[in-house]
């Protein structure tokens, strides 16, 4: 339904690919994805809602870097289509995924699959970054039992709407503090010996969601997450009824409208329909 997307940039004039891998479509209730209303009051908009908005993508993104080969999330599978899926985690959660979330995922759209299409083995991948904890993000670890999980450490802590037993066994990722500034945002953290690659807090949607920032020769890539459902969300300060806070979402549109204004800036989030589109040609954010 979403084509996968590829492009070449540099990086000090070294080789950068960065892939958009489409790992299936979600569709959610209308008031899940947009509300004026937070906390209990937006949940019983939702859980009433009897709309459900347009198939999105879940975006997946690899970054074949000069220091390794990074994903951001790791997407969906196709087993959350099987009924029971959500069983472990208890009656109201297994009945509230059912009731917000439609999924089209076939097990070909799973990251594994999709990355040996690009002669990339799993194994092969030096860290998977988690913007959050979300179950459409976190679903595809079971391919990624060698690899360094990475996570924001107040994510890990405070957690919003995450759904453990859906955690693979083995699933301990290595915890990470955002306790460096860059630029506007007070919590950031280098990620690569070049500082090219940045975690940045982005919290809103859940307390300690974060995304990641690209910096290539020719732009800067913003690798956002659910910190909105897509780009006109953040341009006309709307916000997803999911949110845990929009004060905070709000901060962090901010944030993210400034850094837009002093650096070329691509913005992608992950269940945005063009996303993958404006990463092919490079589309920028343009704040007035």
């Known amino acids: ?20 891998i489409s790992t299936g479509s979600v569709a959610v209730k209308t008031k899940f994805s947009e509300s004026k209303k937070t906390g209990v009051l937006a949940k ?14 879940i975006w997946v993104w690899v970054i074949e870097h000069p220091e390794g080969i990074f994903l951001i999330d790791t997407g969906e599978n196709s087993n959350i289509q099987t009924p029971g899926y959500f069983k472990s985690s208890g009656v109201f959660a297994n009945w509230l995924n059912r009731a917000m979330f439609r999924f089209q995922i076939s097990r070909e759209q799973e990251i594994d699959k999709q990355l040996l299409k690009l002669n990339i083995k799993p ?15 976190i679903d595809g670890l079971k391919h990624f039992p060698e690899t360094k999980i990475i996570v924001n450490k107040l994510e890990w802590e405070k957690p ?27 919590n950031a953290c280098f990620l690569t010996i070049a500082k090219d690659l940045i975690a940045l807090h982005t919290p809103g949607h859940t307390n300690g969601h974060m995304s990641i920032l690209l910096k290539t020769d020719n732009c800067h890539i913003l690798f956002a997450g659910d910190v909105c459902y897509n780009q006109n969300q953040l341009l006309t300060n709307c916000f997803a009824g999911v949110n845990i806070s ?32 404006r990463l092919k040609e490079l589309v920028t954010l343009k704040i007035i």
């Open 123 to 137: 194994k092969e991948v030096k860290a998977v970054f988690l913007t959050h904890l979300h179950l459409d993000h």
């Open 44 to 57: 019983l908009d939702f859980i009433f809602d009897k709309k459900f908005t347009e198939w999105m993508p």
């Open 246 to 277: 929009h004060i905070k979402a709000g901060n962090t549109y901010k944030r993210i409208k400034s850094l837009a204004k002093f650096n070329k800036l691509v913005f992608l989030p992950s269940h945005d329909r063009e996303a993958g589109k």
């Open 1 to 20: 339904m979403f084509s996968n997307e590829s492009i070449e940039l540099t990086i000090n004039k070294n080789p950068v690919k960065i892939h958009a």
């Open 160 to 186: 919003y709407g995450d759904l453990p037993k859906l955690y693979p066994h083995w699933f301990q990722p290595e915890l990470m503090e955002l306790n460096e500034q860059y630029e506007c945002f007070d």
